[in-house]
């Protein structure tokens, strides 16, 4: 079995948030990490303990005119730079592209607002999570692990599956490698609140749809494609034509769950455009420019709030765990 669907976290930030220890002592976020090093046959020194292999790209977000009735939030109101940093899954710093272990894809965007502040998006190209708790997420990797060279049966992490029906169903979803991740739909897994200047106020969650469209690889073309054909592939459309996408907001409906990560809302609830990402500029060195960001979910602006969500509240405790070891402190 794949473990591309369970490593699904984007661990890569601040905030510190403590949560109960499990058997070792250790907070469970901090198990997280631990896990997901081992998993990746790390520790990689210098990269992030998820979502290692990345690359960054810079940009403008321009919002609609419908954006600042969502929310009074300082990007909503008039165009702003953005850095966007596109990831592979696992901790493997090389991992190639198209490996099923690579998915789901990441993307991080930093809207660096007029005041000198900036505001994190974090999201993955599935839509759902596979746990509800970081301890049932804790427990999914943990499976995983101990699986690996087992020989009963039903395996640790088939035991896991059978009593999750959540973990189950996300990592059986198909996850194709795309054309490109000018080509990849990127989903906001947690719920926030937003509120414009009137006060009233919202729950949603982010999509983040390319214009050119979802496009992907049949298996054949996926056998063949280079280690690193996603990565180059984003620089060069950048520099060229430049790449842009549309940033939704899919509403919530009375008695939608809002703290529940598994709990996929239907199609049919209301989207709001909220803007354009247009991605238009390569940076000279990536990979340095990449060690020191903190790409946060928690790091937010006024007129967007968090959610309860565990899962949620859970990632930037987990983050600063990743970060600190990724500078060695």
């Known amino acids: 079995m794949k473990i591309s669907a369970i490593l699904s976290v984007l661990f890569a930030a601040t905030v510190a948030v403590t949560y109960p220890a499990l058997a ?27 979502h290692a292999k990345g690359v960054m790209v810079q940009g403008t ?17 008039k165009a702003t730079p953005v ?21 789901p894809k990441g993307i991080a965007i930093r809207f660096q607002l007029p005041d000198g502040s900036a505001t994190d998006i974090v999201s993955i190209s599935v839509n759902g999570f596979p746990a509800a ?17 087992s020989t009963a049966k039903p395996s ?15 990592v ?39 214009v050119a469209g ?15 054909y996603l990565m180059t592939d984003i620089v060069a459309r950048v520099q060229a034509k430049g790449v842009q996408y549309k940033l939704l907001l899919q509403l919530a409906a009375p008695g939608d769950d809002v703290n529940n990560a598994t709990v996929v809302w239907p199609d049919s609830r209301q989207t709001v455009e909220l803007g354009t990402l247009t991605l238009n500029k390569a940076l000279a060195d990536s990979q340095a420019a990449e060690k020191p960001i ?25 983050y600063a765990v990743s970060y600190g070891r990724r500078l060695g402190h």
């Open 24 to 50: 070792d002592d250790k907070p469970v976020t901090e198990q997280l990490v631990d896990t997901l090093t081992t998993l990746s046959g790390g520790p990689h020194a210098g990269y992030r303990a998820n």
């Open 61 to 77: 977000f321009t919002p609609t005119a419908q954006a600042a009735g969502i929310s009074q939030a300082a990007h909503f109101q």
């Open 83 to 103: 850095l966007v940093r596109f990831s592979d899954a696992t901790g493997v710093p090389n991992i190639p592209d198209a490996n099923g272990n690579a998915f």
């Open 133 to 149: 708790t970081p301890e049932d997420f804790l427990g999914l990797l943990n499976a995983v692990r101990d699986s690996q060279g």
């Open 156 to 170: 640790p992490v088939e035991q896991f599956l059978g009593a999750h029906p959540a973990a189950l169903k996300f």
């Open 172 to 210: 059986t979803t198909p996850k194709p490698a795309p054309v490109s991740f000018a080509t990849q739909p990127f989903f906001g897994v947690n719920a926030f609140q937003f509120t414009n200047a009137a006060g009233k106020a919202v729950y949603g969650r982010y999509q983040i749809v390319p």
């Open 214 to 228: 979802a496009q992907y690889l049949n298996q054949a073309a996926a056998d063949k494609a280079a280690p690193d």
């Open 294 to 318: 903190m790409f946060n979910p928690l790091q937010l602006t006024d007129g967007i709030a968090p959610s309860q969500d565990p899962i949620l509240l859970a990632r930037p405790a987990a």
